[in-house]
Structure formats: C-alpha cells, structure tokens
C-alpha cells in the first residue's frame, strides 16, 4: 500500500468559479500561515491565470493523505 500527501488549495476565480491547485508531498511540518501567505502570494503575482482567468480570493486548504493498493491482474 502506498501513501501520499496532497495540499489542495482553492482560490475563486474573477467569473466566481472555484480553481483548486494541487501539490503533491507538502512538507509535513506545514503551518496554516505558510499556506496563507503562498496562496496570497499566488493571487498578488498573478501566477496562474486558467484560461486567462485571474484568481481572486483564497477561499480554503486541505492537506489530503491517501492510501493507494494496486493489484496484478494478470490473468
């Protein structure tokens, strides 16, 4: 089995519709004021723009941890 972490941040965008971003392995000692201060960075450099849409609001945060078992289907 195998384990991994996801950071998804969403941002709304100037049409109001919701964008999440995703990082994979965040590092595990991540504060709630580091992500604060990335998203508003992402927003104020206007870093990413989806189909030209700029972001306008950073609207939440969720660090994810999923568990992945694979199997081998040979047949």
Same mark, same amino acid.
């Given at each position: 089995?195998?384990?991994?972490?996801?950071?998804?941040?969403?941002?709304? *965008?100037?049409?109001?519709? /919701?964008? &999440? +971003?995703? !990082?994979?392995?965040?590092?595990?000692?991540?504060?709630? *004021?580091?992500?604060?201060? /990335?998203? &508003? +960075?992402? !927003?104020e450099k206007?870093?990413?723009?989806?189909?030209?849409?700029?972001?306008?609001? /950073?609207?939440?945060?969720?660090?994810?941890q999923t568990?992945?078992?694979?199997?081998?289907?040979?047949?």
């Open positions: 089995m195998e384990t991994a972490l996801k950071l998804i941040m969403t941002f709304k *965008s100037q049409g109001d519709k /919701a964008v &999440n +971003l995703t !990082i994979d392995d965040p590092k595990e000692d991540l504060t709630e *004021s580091e992500i604060i201060n /990335a998203m &508003n +960075l992402i !927003i206007n870093i990413f723009a989806p189909d030209n849409v700029d972001f306008k609001e /950073a609207v939440k945060a969720k660090v994810v568990d992945t078992t694979e199997f081998d289907l040979k047949l």
